[in-house]
């Protein structure tokens, strides 16, 4: 993927403005005025709005794609007929998720496009695809303007549709003749969005129902280091056909998984079952493992040289003590005596701790997931013997199996507690490896520190 480069203005602490918390589809379409988009979007964010911006065939030639991918950290949409990496169809995501869209500067051919509902673009084909309020900022040549046809447009996008359009301005034009077509002032642009808007109810602050992030550029900080991470869930057989399994999609772990190779490591994913598509690439080596043996069998054979391990997976806590070796008749009723299965992660938290002072120890990351109460948390991060446990409760809405998003909790063996709110799995990725990436260079500063003082003492 090309690199992203950030945008250098953007203020963090900005106060929340009047569209805190909505997204706003900026549609740019071929005009000379096009640049003016750039600041439109930035005035859009510093009213706190989350924007993407949509755009026609003919804008790319004014303005890159990247300029507005780096200002909003959404990729452009600019092809109708592609689809989001996730196979979800572009326009009509932000079509159902934007609180308005505004097409600024609006050209004379996107007009009457618009007037016809030919959906031949990404601009027009999500303002026809969605109820949200549509505000239109035209900017073209004066006589183009003024042409019939031209207003008989304007005309019906504002009257039988029900769009907001903000007028152009008089005064000097690109062409040099002077005019009624220059675009409107953003300020006035940004004034028309809020109020189109009004009161209206957020229409979708879940960022997984919102389009796609670009990935942060990231720093390789864990460039040479074998990461191991676990996804998905475990099953235990009953019988030749049958399991017990849970309902952990794996999209956790391989979040964790993608965070990790972003940030340059060699990673080994062991995936049980995962309903999500897995990682791929040469930095990455994926291993199935059906049951829960087969899981920690897998993980033990991986740590052998890793310097992280991240046990995301779900794994069964109980197995069937007897499998039956053909497929059980329903006549017989059933009765399943159940067995504990292996702690995984406890018992490589024992090995860990049994190591020789001066080896080098693997940084563990455990998860807990927990329903109604997080207080046994803490004894798990001791019992388990880990130096990060996150955790979370799988019955919040947002949270846990299955969904795109993730509020965890994240205990530190030194003491420290974090409740990270509602975000996105790979977000919550990359708190967790900024925690291991300062970890890990805190220890190999202290390994360092230690040889020097035994050279001295030699
Ligand atoms: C240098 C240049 C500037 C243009 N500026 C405008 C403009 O400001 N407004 C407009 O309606 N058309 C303008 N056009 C014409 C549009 O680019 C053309 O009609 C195009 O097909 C619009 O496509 P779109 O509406 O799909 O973006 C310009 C063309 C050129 C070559």
Redesign the pocket.
């Known amino acids: 993927m090309t690199a992203i480069p950030t945008d250098p203005t953007a203020n963090p602490a900005a106060e929340p403005g009047r569209l805190a918390g909505r997204l706003i589809a900026v549609g740019v379409?071929?005009?000379?005025?096009a640049y003016k988009a750039a600041d439109l979007v930035r005035r859009l964010r510093d009213e706190g709005a989350d924007v993407v911006v949509l755009m026609?065939?003919?804008?790319i030639r004014?303005v890159g794609e990247m300029t507005f991918a780096a200002l909003t950290r959404h990729p452009v949409e600019s092809d109708v007929g592609g689809l989001l990496p996730d196979q979800r169809i572009g326009h009509i995501v932000v079509a159902d998720s934007a609180d308005a869209i505004v097409v600024a500067?609006a050209?004379?051919?996107?007009l009457a496009?618009m007037a016809a509902g030919l959906s031949g673009?990404s601009v027009t084909a999500t303002c026809l695809a969605t109820t949200a309020p549509v505000i239109v900022a035209p900017?073209?040549?004066g006589d183009?303007y003024a042409h019939p046809a031209t207003q008989a447009n304007r005309t019906r996008l504002r009257d039988d549709f029900g769009y907001t359009i903000v007028e152009p301005d008089a005064g000097p034009l690109?062409s040099g003749q002077s005019g009624r077509?220059r675009l409107a002032e953003t300020g006035e642009i940004v004034d028309a969005v809020v109020a189109a808007i009004g009161a209206s109810p957020i229409r979708a602050s879940d960022p997984a129902a919102r389009p796609p992030l670009v990935d942060e550029p990231r720093e390789a900080d864990l460039e040479g280091r074998h990461v191991v991470v676990s996804a998905g869930g475990t099953a235990e057989p009953i019988d030749p056909v049958r399991f017990i399994t849970n309902r952990s999609s794996g999209r956790m772990g391989v979040a964790l998984a993608d965070a990790a190779l972003a940030r340059g490591a060699r990673v080994t994913l062991v995936a049980g079952h995962v309903s999500v598509p897995l990682p791929q690439g040469p930095a990455v080596q994926v291993v199935h493992a059906a049951r829960t043996s087969d899981l920690g069998e897998a993980v033990r054979a991986a740590m052998r040289d890793a310097d992280v391990l991240v046990m995301a997976a779900a794994v069964a806590d109980f197995r069937p003590r007897a499998i039956a070796d053909r497929k059980l008749n329903r006549d017989a009723g059933l009765t399943l005596e159940l067995e504990p299965t292996e702690d995984i992660l406890a018992a490589i938290g024992a090995d860990v701790a049994a190591l020789p002072s001066g080896a080098r120890r693997p940084y563990l990351v455990g998860f807990a997931a927990e329903t109604g109460s997080l207080d046994r948390a803490a004894d798990k991060l001791r019992r388990k013997g880990v130096d990060l446990l996150v955790a979370n409760d799988v019955a919040e809405e947002g949270s846990g199996f299955g969904t795109d998003t993730n509020h965890v909790w994240i205990l530190s063996a030194d003491g420290d507690q974090v409740d990270l709110p509602l975000r996105s799995k790979r977000a919550v990725a990359d708190e967790i490896f900024d925690r291991v990436v300062r970890a890990l260079d805190d220890r190999d500063v202290a390994a360092q520190t230690d040889r020097v003082t035994q050279e001295k003492q030699a």
């Open positions: 379409t071929g005009s000379i005025a026609t065939s003919s804008a004014f500067p050209t004379a051919h996107w496009a673009d900017a073209m040549d183009m690109a077509g």
